[in-house]
T-cell receptor
């Protein structure tokens, strides 16, 4: 069985400070992991994905995530937040054996203050 | 390419009414799916299709029907709407034939059932 837990429902940061959005996963098989972003009243956009290649994954808009098997974590980071980063972020897991099925976390709402 | 399009953007129904949420994609993707998004629950898979004429149930299929007569279209039908179906609905598509392919999401349909 697979599951994903986003440890914070809300994160608030000041513009220019680092962002950390935490995600832990549970998977019986080799997981594929994704981060999606949803801006207000918009659909979801892929930020980055881990597919068993490099453990440090770089995505769009300066975001990156590190796959840590020993900690079953896939935390999303960005060195310096921008106002436009304010959005909802979803950590997602799927299995190499069934890539049709995405399991979504409950989401983390990121607020960025000036 | 228009990508994944959904109509309508907003809909209000009364309990017991029926309606069809439309989804279309122009990327020639074989795989299409429907999700619902509820506060604090992330996205949950309703139904999916791996190609024309083939559909399967996801995590929360009850109360919804789908069909896939063409590659481009994947409508979601509510035969007798219930207040529990108040949600935001997202359609997604992705290519098949490889692994870890990104899913492309439509902008969503916000449905309220009174």
């Amino acid at each position: 069985a697979q599951s994903v837990t986003q440890l914070d429902s809300h994160v608030s940061v000041s513009e220019g400070t680092p962002v950390l959005l935490r995600c832990n996963y549970s998977s019986s098989y080799s997981p594929s992991l994704f981060w999606y972003v949803q801006h207000p009243n918009k659909g979801l956009q892929l930020l980055l994905k881990y597919t068993s290649a490099a453990t440090l994954v770089k995505g769009i808009n300066g975001f990156e995530a590190e796959f840590k098997k020993s900690e079953t974590s896939f935390h999303l980071t960005k060195p310096s937040a921008h106002m436009s980063d304010a959005a909802e972020y979803f950590c997602v897991v799927t299995s190499v054996y069934n890539t049709d099925k995405l399991i979504f976390g409950t989401g983390t709402r990121l607020q960025v203050f000036p | 390419n228009a990508g994944v399009t959904q109509t309508p953007k907003f809909q209000v129904l009364k309990t017991g009414q029926s309606m069809t949420l439309q989804c279309a994609q122009d990327m020639n993707h074989e795989y299409m799916s429907w999700y619902r998004q509820d506060p604090g629950m992330g996205l949950r898979l309703i139904h999916y299709s791996v190609g024309a004429g083939i559909t399967d149930q996801g995590e929360v299929p009850n109360g919804y029907n789908v069909s896939r007569s063409t590659t481009e279209d994947f409508p979601l039908r509510l035969l007798s709407a219930a207040p529990s179906q108040t949600s935001v609905y997202f359609c997604a598509s992705r290519p098949t034939g490889g692994t870890y392919n990104e899913q492309f999401f439509g902008p969503g349909t916000r449905l309220t059932v009174l």
